[in-house]
């Protein structure tokens, strides 16, 4: 399956402001069952943009513009090819010394320790002993259970929370949006010595699917490292085993690395935000016209990843996998 994904993030300014400084994490990651064929970025006002990767492989793009204006604009474009990820219903009771002997072996201690979004509190434990989390059956078991809890647990509620919220305001009040389920389930999950992270994205919706996210906005849910089976995602939020309508950007122990804006600016002014997403799908790939920048939009500058010979990528891609089977 292929998706081609449009954000578009536009930040009003009540004043001109003199400077704005500005990291963005907005291109899909290249891992597993997801490749990110093609990337484009677009800055308004004209500006530079440069990038590097972090130590989990987020892709971080950033810039700094030095002149007067009252408004920036951050287009990001892509195209997106996920296969399907294949799961068995339950992994076996042993499955929890095999995910110890894991731990011992691998360098999972972030996605472990409590972090600033993720980490228990008096209200977290009431909720594990209502949801009964803890160690039984097996980790896939538990978690497929633990995600379905969460979900009728919680109302989906649009502003019930803000971005810097601590997870007890959507405990207390039962309430929240797809950033507080993530926070809320990590942190149950890393008390049991199952490493969780957090991940930033989005999600292709369908009418028949009757997802409880916004559809118009980035999404948010977590994966957890399983024993034989690597980085699994769940989502609390719609009640879902991360699938091929699950698009991958940014990972991290919480909410607090992964932001797809983060920045500064001098000047004494309100800001006001506006964000708009678009994801669709396609059965294959579109083609080299589709991929070119949009001629109403006029970018001062702009960084691409753009590869010249789809189809050619496809069969690199195909061939990568039938070599990683063999």
């Not at 399956?1 to 993030?9: E, F, G, K, P």
């Not at 963005?24 to 970025?41: A, G, I, K, N, Y």
């Not at 000047?267 to 790939?285: H, M, Q």
Request: proline share 6%.
């Amino acid at each position: 399956m292929h998706y081609s994904i449009r954000h578009l993030t536009k930040f009003r300014y009540s004043a001109p402001i003199s400077e704005s400084f500005m990291e963005l994490r907005m291109q899909p990651r290249t891992e597993s069952t997801q490749h990110c064929v093609w990337f484009d970025l677009s800055i308004k006002p004209r500006t530079r943009l440069t990038f590097y990767r972090d130590h989990l492989g987020n892709l971080i793009h950033h810039f700094d513009v030095p002149g007067h204006h009252n408004q920036l604009a951050i287009k990001s474009e892509a195209v997106v090819e996920i296969s399907p990820q294949i799961l068995p219903e339950s992994l076996g009771a042993e499955a929890w010394e095999e995910l110890d002997a894991l731990v011992a072996d691998g360098d999972y201690w972030e996605m472990l320790m409590p972090s600033r979004f993720a980490s228990p509190t008096d209200l977290l434990g009431k909720l594990a002993c209502e949801l009964e989390v803890r160690r039984r059956d097996d980790p896939l078991v538990l978690l497929r259970q633990l995600t379905a809890g969460l979900h009728e647990a919680f109302e989906y509620a649009p502003k019930a929370t803000k971005v810097d919220s601590p997870i007890d305001e959507a405990l207390s009040n039962r309430r929240g949006v797809c950033q507080d389920f993530a926070h809320i389930m990590i942190a149950l999950v890393r008390g049991l010595r199952i490493p969780c992270r957090y991940v930033s994205g989005y999600l292709f919706h369908r009418v028949e699917d009757q997802d409880r996210s916004a559809e118009d906005a980035t999404h948010a849910w977590v994966e957890a490292s399983l024993p034989g089976l690597g980085w699994v995602g769940f989502d609390p939020t719609n009640n879902l085993i991360v699938s091929q309508r699950h698009i991958r950007v940014a990972i991290g122990r919480d909410y607090g690395d992964v932001p797809p804006t983060r920045g500064v600016f001098k000047g004494e002014a309100k800001s006001e935000l506006s964000v708009s997403v678009n994801v669709v799908p396609s059965a294959e790939p579109p083609s080299q016209e589709t991929l070119e920048p949009d001629a109403g939009w006029h970018p001062s500058d702009s960084h691409t990843d753009n590869l010249s010979d789809y189809e050619q990528v496809r069969q690199q891609r195909k061939q990568q996998q039938q070599q990683q089977q063999q």
